[in-house]
């Protein structure tokens, strides 16, 4: 369980450094005058940053309800009576609520993906 916690804070401290710094770090090397290519550069750089954390974020899910799995058959290969193998279906089942209710944590932090840049059009004339 130890384990499974400090996975889903490294995982969550990664989502959050990756939303922020990702976007300075491209806003920061555009500049604010670099040019018309600079709101799409750092959209681009933007979404591709919340992409990584959120591949990050499911990544760490998919390896905790896997590590729960692992286990839960590990021990239920090891229970001899009933009541042991009720105690290793509930760890599996706690385990899998802390997976879920850790992913969505960090989906919350992450927040919606990046806007796309506005982008002016003419208004044709007839």
Known sequence: MK?????????????TSLAVVAPLAAYAKNG???????????????LKAYDQALATIDQTFFTAI???TTDEVAGLKVAKTAADK?????????????AIANRQSALITLGDPPNPPVTFRPIPTP
């Open 32 to 46: 604010p005058l670099s040019g018309l290519a600079a709101p799409a550069q750092v959209y681009q750089a933007a």
């Open 3 to 15: 384990r499974l916690a400090k996975g889903a804070v490294v995982a969550l401290v990664t989502v």
């Open 66 to 68: 896997a590590t729960a």
């Open 86 to 98: 009720l105690v290793v279906h509930t760890n599996f089942l706690e385990a899998k609520a802390v």
